[in-house]
């Protein structure tokens, strides 16, 4: 199918948004997106995962590697590392919805081997994306949305969003009640020795404990 353009020109995954909201529609509908080139150079769409009405909402930039070929969010090492973090917060995972901004892996070649290096998304690509986001949170209504890495913050709150500056933050937004940005942990992972891996999964930590604090409260729970 040939990629379809807004009105205005832009590439967007708008008119391959399924007419009913839900996620099993949302899935396989996005399985046959051709909202921007990224489906050309992926192996799947990686749609999110999680229950309907999952409490949080964490967001990465783009599926990785293990994700473009496995067909599943954050199953890769920095997927480990949030589900080793998330426990060890309290935060339970079946509260716990996972997506990313771009459904595509964007990769380029290493210059030796066979290896596919990550490629960010440019903000283009991740605009043409954005219709996929808003119904996922249209359907599953988080309490608390979590952005994590500068990708999805600033896709998100803003091209001046800081991750350093504000993250831990509870940010002002109607994308969700509570919304906050933290590292994506494949940065933790690419940190250059293990001390600062150490401080920068402290970090994350701290993070995400701000986020179990804020499930624990009532105002955060679904009403019965
Ligand atoms: S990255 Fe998003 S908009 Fe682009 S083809 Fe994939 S699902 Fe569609």
Known sequence: MARKKSQDGFPTAAPFLPERLTLPSLQRAAAGCRGCDLWKNATQTVFGEGPSKALVMFVGEQPGDYEDRQGHPFVGPAGQLLDEVLVEVGIDRSE????????????EA????????????????????????????????????????ASAAQGLLGKD???TR???????????????ATAHPSSILRAPDAQQR???????????????????KKNVSRAA
Request: aromatic content about 6%.
């Open 166 to 180: 504000d993250r831990g933050k509870l940010i002002p937004s109607d994308l969700a009640p509570q919304v906050m």
């Open 96 to 107: 716990v919805y996972v997506t990313n901004v771009v459904k595509h892996f964007k990769w």
């Open 110 to 149: 290493a210059q030796r081997g066979k290896r596919r290096i990550h490629k960010k998304p440019r903000h283009s690509e991740i605009e043409a994306c954005r219709p996929w986001l808003d119904a996922e949170l249209t359907v599953v209504q988080p309490q608390v949305l979590v952005c994590l890495g």
């Open 161 to 163: 969003f800081r991750v």
């Open 198 to 216: 150490e401080q920068q999964r402290a970090e994350f930590v701290r993070d995400l404990k701000k986020v179990a604090d804020l499930l624990s």
